[in-house]
């Protein structure tokens, strides 16, 4: 069975602070991971995706994720936040086994402070 | 290239009446999901379709129904309807899962049980 852990159902950051958005992820074969951004009132839209690769994935929006497997974890940055990242993030995986559901944490809402 | 697309974008109906949604896929998609995102609740998962069969089902009642058509596009059909039903419905598709394809949503449908 394959799981995602998003730490922090909220987070707060000033405008121009580094953004960081925790993911913990538990699959028994080697998984692919997601990070979804959802603003108010849409569906959701792709930041990026870990294919094995390469463990540091850029996406868009000057967002980035690092994939560890020591650790379990895909964490979500970005160098300097906007105001226009407030939104909600959600972490994904799903196994490269076959048949399986894309499996999605519960979600961090952000909040940029001017 | 057209997106996923759904409709209705907002339906409001009556407690015990039936719901009718649906989603058609990106072109050249055969995998089409169903999740449901009620307020504070996250995204849950609800059915995965593929090439006309259902894949999986998330933990919902019977009550919860759908099916997929030879053009690959879907209906979610919801009867009994109950107030907690009221949420956003967004479907998904990918081309076939195998390989961690990666899932684009559509902006969902609003359902208000009243």
């Known amino acids: 069975a394959q799981s995602v852990t998003q730490l922090g159902s909220h987070v707060s950051v000033s405008e121009g602070a580094l953004v960081l958005l925790r993911c913990n992820y538990s699959?028994?074969?080697?998984?692919?991971l997601f990070w979804y951004v959802q603003y108010p009132n849409q569906g959701l839209q792709l930041l990026l995706k870990?294919?094995?690769?390469?463990?540091l994935v850029k996406g868009i929006n000057g967002f980035e994720a690092e994939f560890k497997k020591s650790e379990t974890s895909f964490h979500l940055t970005k160098p300097s936040a906007h105001m226009s990242d407030a939104a909600e993030y959600f972490c994904?995986?799903?196994?490269?086994?076959?048949?399986?559901?894309?499996?999605f944490g519960t979600g961090t809402k952000l909040q940029v402070i001017p | 290239e057209a997106g996923v697309t759904q409709s209705p974008t907002h339906l409001i109906k009556t407690r015990g009446q039936q719901a009718t949604l649906r989603c058609s896929p990106i072109?050249?998609?055969?995998?089409v999901y169903w999740y449901q995102q009620a307020l504070g609740l996250g995204l849950q998962f609800l059915l995965w379709?593929?090439?006309?069969?259902?894949?999986n089902r998330g933990n919902f009642p019977p009550r919860f129904s759908g099916r997929q058509f030879p053009n690959y596009s879907s209906e979610l059909n919801v009867n009994a309807l109950e107030l907690e039903d009221s949420a956003l419905y967004l479907c998904?598709?990918?081309?076939?899962?195998?390989?961690?394809?990666?899932?684009?949503f559509g902006e969902g449908s609003w359902l208000t049980v009243v």
């Open positions: 379709y593929d090439e006309g069969e259902e894949r």
């Open positions: 998904a598709s990918s081309w076939n899962v195998v390989g961690g394809n990666t899932i684009y």
């Open positions: 994904a995986v799903t196994d490269s086994g076959g048949y399986q559901k894309v499996t």
């Open positions: 870990y294919t094995s690769a390469a463990t």
């Open positions: 699959s028994s074969v080697p998984p692919y």
């Open positions: 072109s050249g998609h055969t995998s």
